[in-house]
């Protein structure tokens, strides 16, 4: 319920407290003349195509190579003689399997261990990261593999401590890692069972957001020359059609909790003047430079965006409805011992609270309601009995998928009771119109902060936390569900 916004509360603590008090603009009154800074991936440091040169296909560096040269990787060598009778097919594609129809296996293991370019799929000419000393984009080894015979999957690394997932669209999952020798985000394509690192090592990532085609994320200078009294971080973009790190002209502040929808760009930055602080809701206007969102007095602690409103919640736990047509804010609800962030969609926001609690102090006791945007009416979608809880993560259409955690632990000095900390929590999908149910994961340990992009729901998982690995990334395809693949359209053309 709350483990994403415990996150973010102690990221603005911690950024809160370390950040310097020098004035920032509010208003982004930073040089209007400065552009758009995008790396070129021709200049990096391990592309050397001599005697040929580098041009770029679809936002990849690639060599353009001379007669009796190919091309290894980002360079052009000379083809030995046995080979130029081959020299056409020197750059063999790698097969993707893209028959999901069939039963998975639990040993059907896709591995990456000792990757090269890529030859095919949507990351195709992107080089690996052990090759290229980590420099974003690369491939990143990884391990993928079902684990049942209803679609449910794990994305596997050497250490999967720190981790955060940051957004899916479409079949693609985006997730950061705030271990340091996996520092950084990355972005997995379920098709290909490739992933890639977007994020630089040595830079530290506060906050990325994966919709509409596009990734936004935060990020600080080099990690190890940050002072503590100087954190701010710039924010970056990239298109899923040509993945190019794209800097955006912003104010030096502490960025987070960035989101995405269509074209349009927001994010939340600290505001430092003097002693005092403020936390604001920016977006860029259509001169390409940043301004905040609305008049609020009060700092915001989270929001949504969906369509021509947001959703947000500040500093004094209210829930406000701002309409980006009208300028105007509306208040829809407040209660003292806080929600979750909110789920914003077309007409509803979705959020988890603790009215009906018999014990909101101990946080536990949680409810998952509704609120309709035109007449803010409240619905209960599923109520809590006793301690146990329910939370929302995620909301896609008519599907909900949720977190059921159980009573909570009665020893008040550890951290796992119910959906606030890492208490053991099942993941379920339910129909908001129907009200049909049906459970994901079932595992011993957490599972959480689930999101759902039609057949596919990745989630956290804490299963294998005993044996000291952490959280891992597991998910699964409805489409492969003996009883939800009916249920999806997407499915039937597979």
């Known amino acids: 319920m709350f483990k994403t916004y415990v996150y973010l509360a102690v990221m603005l603590g911690f950024l809160l407290s370390a950040c310097s008090e020098g004035e920032i603009p509010v208003d982004g009154d930073f040089d209007k003349d400065q552009e758009a800074e995008t790396e070129n991936p ?27 040269y190919e091309i290894s990787g980002y360079k052009c060598v000379v083809i030995a003689d046995g080979d130029k009778d081959n020299e056409a097919d020197s750059e063999q594609e790698t097969e993707v399997d893209e028959d999901l129809d069939k039963d998975p296996d639990e040993n059907d293991i896709v591995e990456h ?22 420099s974003p984009p690369c491939v990143s080894d990884m391990e993928f593999s079902y684990t049942n015979d209803n679609g449910e999957f794990r994305i596997s690394f050497e250490d999967l401590s720190g981790l955060w997932i940051s957004g ?39 906050h990325a957001h994966l919709r509409d085609n596009t990734i936004m994320w935060s990020e600080t200078e080099e990690m190890d020359q940050v002072e503590l009294t100087e954190v701010w971080s710039s924010l970056w ?31 939340i930055a600290v505001d430092y003047q003097g002693s005092d602080s403020q936390v604001y809701l920016y977006t860029m206007n259509e001169n390409g430079q940043e301004e905040v969102v609305g008049n609020s007095t009060k700092s915001i602690a989270s929001f949504s965006t ?35 962030d909110p789920i914003a969609t077309a007409n509803k926001v979705y959020i988890t609270d603790l009215t009906s609690s018999p014990d909101p102090s101990s946080y536990c006791g949680a409810s998952i309601n509704a609120f309709d945007l035109n007449t803010f009416e409240r619905t209960t979608i599923k109520q809590n009995v006793g301690l146990t809880d329910y939370a929302v993560s995620d909301v896609w259409e008519d599907w909900m998928v949720y977190v059921n955690c159980n009573e909570g632990n009665p020893d008040p000095e550890k951290d796992d009771r119910c959906c606030t900390g890492w208490g053991h929590g099942d993941v379920f999908l339910y129909n908001l119109t129907t009200k049909e149910e049906w459970p994901i994961s079932a595992s011993f340990g957490d599972q959480g902060d689930a999101r759902m992009w039609g057949p596919l729901i990745i989630w956290h998982d804490g299963r294998h936390r005993e044996n000291g690995e952490g959280h891992a990334l597991y998910g699964i395809d409805l ?11 997407e499915c039937k053309s597979r």
């Open 168 to 206: 899916i669209w479409q079949d693609y999952i985006l997730f950061t890692m705030t271990k340091a020798e996996t520092y950084g985000f990355f972005l997995f394509n379920y098709k290909s069972k490739t992933v890639i690192r977007l994020g630089h090592p040595t830079k530290g990532t506060l």
């Open 237 to 267: 973009t990239s298109s899923l059609k040509q993945i190019i790190r794209t800097k955006l002209p912003t104010s030096e502040t502490a960025k987070f909790q960035q989101q995405v929808f269509e074209d349009d760009l927001y994010w």
């Open 113 to 134: 261990e000792s990757c090269g370019s890529v030859t095919d799929g949507p990351f195709k000419g992107i080089a690996c990261c052990k090759d290229v000393e980590n």
């Open 479 to 489: 489409c492969l569900h003996p009883e939800l693949k009916s249920k999806f359209d």
């Open 42 to 68: 021709c200049d990096a440091s391990y592309v050397d195509c001599s005697p040929g040169t580098c041009i770029l296909e679809l936002g990849y560096a690639k060599c353009n190579c001379p007669g009796g």
């Open 306 to 340: 969906y369509g021509n409103n947001i959703l947000w919640k500040n500093s004094g736990n209210e829930l406000i409805k701002y309409d980006l047509t009208t300028k105007q804010e509306t208040f829809i609800f407040d209660h003292g011992w806080g929600y979750s």
